[in-house]
């Protein structure tokens, strides 16, 4: 760990320096879900809800964000309050994080900019709801989320319920495909749509248990191939949205961006709000659902990766 670059940068909450000394399970979380994802308090009591599922498993939370320029491995009450209340806070992703740290700004990090956070401090597990991915009508606004790069060249496994379910899943894919990054999905041979467990595309691999999985993740990292993993952990079927509800949803919302010209890094924002507008919330119920299953499994990841 580069002290200097800590010391200029970084602060760890004293429960995770403590956890990576000891090499115990750590499992990242990003904090755009707690800006930017849902409303206050509901966010922050997620958030919390989220790192209690973590520590029933054995490992220890750490929620990431950017607060008056320092990058925080690990969010304190008083913290995640802030990132729940606070309006001014900026969604940060690669290209973002120098200006907003030299800046001395607040920021949510994405999934791009958590897992370029965690991997400084070592932690090799991430859990989060969907990742980024190819946007629809990508061939003419060449619309691809910074997630998909920064899987191709940090070392950090991402837990997901799949590509959130308003990109270009197929597109997605073989992005993930060109850039060698391993798609895998657990205990189902299809890889999941977010909101629903059934995306038409299968996945790279099935597997079975989260032994399993740390035992990929382990393989990969000892023959220095470079770039992340992604896990694709479906929405249990009892939480999951109808799919011509969701799919309509999704429609509505993607047609209405279209006319208001939305684009960049508001259109992620604004699409899941709208679709949480068209279904009457139900979208922003399985998005929690969603994650507190991914949080579960993450951190059975985590610890079954401490003990290799």
Known sequence: MNKELFNNYVDILPEIKEAIKAKKAIVALESTIISHGMPYPQNVETAKIVENIIREQGAVPATIGIINGRIKIGLTDEELEFMGKESEILKVSRRDLPIVISKKLNGATTVATTMICASLAGIKVFVTGGIGGVHKGAAETFDISADLSELANTDVAV??????????????LEYLE???????????????????????????????????????????????????????????????????????????????????????????????????????????????????????????????????
């Open 159 to 172: 837990i997901c319920a799949g590509v959130k379910s308003i990109l270009d899943i197929g597109l997605t």
């Open 178 to 308: 060109t850039q060698g990054v391993p798609v895998l999905a657990y205990q189902t041979d299809e890889f999941p749509a977010f909101y629903t467990s059934q995306s038409g595309f299968k996945a790279d691999y099935k597997m079975e248990t989260p032994n399993e999985i740390a035992n990929v993740m382990k393989s990969k990292w000892d023959l220095s191939l470079k770039g992340g993993i992604v896990i694709g952990n479906p929405i249990p079927d009892e939480l999951a949205m109808d799919v011509d509800i969701i799919n309509k949803a999704i429609f509505d919302a993607l047609k209405e961006a279209k006319e208001l010209g939305i684009k960049g890094k508001e259109t992620t924002p604004f699409l899941l709000s709208k679709i949480k507008d068209n279904t009457g919330g139900d979208s922003l119920a399985s998005n929690i659902e969603l994650v507190y299953n991914n949080a579960k499994v993450g951190g059975q990841i985590a610890v079954e990766f401490s003990k290799l």
